[in-house]
């Protein structure tokens, strides 16, 4: 079985900018659904944004206007672009697969079936 491997996160002060990365390796997930997650410290995992096979975009309402999702396809590495960070972003952000064709607009965790290994995000103010 494959794996996925997140990168792109660490320290930016409020109002900036990062972009994760999320590799596949061992396996494609070519017919699978892509997705974003994040983990604040003492909160439960929640969904950022998600990307059907056929590029139909899912966000959490937070995200919406500031974050973007993408997929290159041919290289197979997912993005999470994110403009106007803000403190409350600070979290571990999981890029996550789930075996479906799509999300079906539910970013839930119990869909997901391959996690990343997370990679922090921290927004100082």
């Known amino acids: 079985q494959g794996r996925l491997v997140d990168s792109g996160g660490g320290p930016v002060q409020t109002g900036g900018s990062l972009r994760l990365s999320c590799a596949a390796s061992?396996?494609?997930?070519?017919?699978?659904?892509w997705g974003w997650f994040r983990q604040a410290p003492g909160k439960a995992r929640e969904g950022v944004a998600g990307?059907?096979?056929?590029?139909?975009?899912t966000y959490n309402d937070f995200a919406k206007g500031r974050f973007t999702i993408s997929k290159d396809n041919n290289r197979n590495i997912l993005y999470l672009q994110m403009e106007n960070l803000e403190p409350r972003d600070s979290a571990t952000y999981y890029c996550a697969v789930t075996f479906g064709v799509r999300w079906f607009g539910d970013l839930s965790t119990d869909r997901v079936d391959v996690w990343g290994q997370g990679t922090e995000v921290s927004v100082s103010s």
């Open positions: 061992g396996s494609s997930y070519s017919g699978s659904s």
């Open positions: 990307i059907d096979t056929d590029g139909t975009q």
